[in-house]
């Protein structure tokens, strides 16, 4: 049988440390390694922190490539307890044959206040992917939206992965300053990057934004608009494989967190394409998983993901948010 030593990425920070190990175990096991996972376990090797599976088949190509996309593990090795008369742990590398689109440094270059970590943007891009019909298609064939985009990181992690993105917001400086970053940035690292703006009744000033790179294009829409204009924010861009979001924290009351969802969550299902899946994180410390299932297959049509490892997304962000969680929901094809 197979072993494969996955190492949890290191972090500088204890915080960001400990999500990478929280996280590591279930994104492989909603990856498409997963159904070949037989036994997982966290090990020390060297000093680092990695995790030691046990396959059923050999790593294929497609395998490999995926292994390229996690968020949580930086890097992938054989593991042999011996080999011959020499006497383990070994390791031999492994590389994954996965290349970004565009330059990982898209996703950390710009900071600002209430940005996401980004390790839990892909992340989350992985499992809703991972989860929904969609889950064998390459990243450059899936579209992304994201109705809180805020400054964008989750849009430049999609657009990393090779999707098209659309975000909205109803910060107006948010949404310029995402699109100013962008072209600032092709202009940086010299890609091509086509913008046009547009106004439209009742949602105002819209950026579509072409990025050109030999001879493909990825296309960024951006819009000003509250989260029950959705479906004005993304008319004339296809409907999303995946929404991805980050809800919005310090929210006081449980009753604004309910009014948002239910604002919110019936454009989100509208929106999706049949088979999509919606992700999102929240402050968990006072609006606890249960309620919030509760909430969004009440408020919608969305099926909630909660057998394992869904159950067991729940992390400490500071000593504010000492419970953020994730949910997964399907927008379930219509039957034939």
């Known amino acids: 049988m197979p072993k494969l030593a996955s190492q949890i990425a290191p972090q500088r920070s204890t915080q960001y440390a400990q999500l990478a190990s929280q996280l590591a175990a279930p994104e492989l096991q909603l990856s498409p390694l997963g ?134 917001d109803e910060d107006r400086q948010a949404i310029d300053g995402t699109a100013q970053f962008l072209q600032q940035y092709g202009k940086e690292q010299r890609i091509g990057i086509n913008v046009r703006t547009e106004s439209l009744k009742n949602i105002g000033k819209r950026w579509w934004i072409d990025i050109k790179q030999g001879g493909t294009v990825q296309r960024c829409l951006l819009s000003r608009a509250d989260v029950g204009d959705g479906a004005q924010a993304l008319h004339g861009f296809k409907k999303p494989h995946l929404i991805v979001t980050d809800l919005p924290y310090g929210i006081q009351h449980n009753g604004e967190l309910i009014s948002l969802l239910k604002n919110a969550l019936p454009v989100w299902e509208g929106l999706l394409d049949e088979g999509g899946a919606l992700a999102f994180s929240w402050d968990a410390t006072r609006f606890p998983r249960e309620d919030m299932i509760a909430q969004v297959e009440t408020i919608s049509g969305l099926r909630v993901l909660d057998e394992a490892p869904y159950n067991t997304l729940t992390h400490q962000v500071d000593r504010v948010i000492k419970r953020r969680d994730v949910i997964v929901a399907l927008r379930n094809e219509s039957p034939n």
């Open 35 to 168: 159904s070949h996972i037989q036994h997982v376990e966290p090990t020390p090797l060297g000093g680092q922190e990695y995790l030691l599976l046990d396959l059923d088949q050999p790593l294929d190509d497609a395998l490999l490539h995926e292994l390229g996309t996690l968020a949580m593990t930086s890097a992938h090795f054989e593991f042999f307890d011996r080999l011959g008369d020499v006497e383990g742990p070994l390791l031999r590398p492994l590389t994954p044959s996965f290349q970004p689109t565009l330059p990982p440094d898209i996703v950390t270059a710009r900071r600002y206040k209430g940005k996401t970590n980004e390790m839990l943007t892909q992340f989350m891009l992985n499992i809703a992917r991972h989860s929904s019909a969609f889950a064998h298609r390459p990243w450059d064939t899936l579209r992304l939206y994201d109705p809180l985009a805020g400054g964008g990181t989750t849009l430049f992690t999609g657009l990393m992965l090779g999707m098209e993105v659309a975000g909205s």
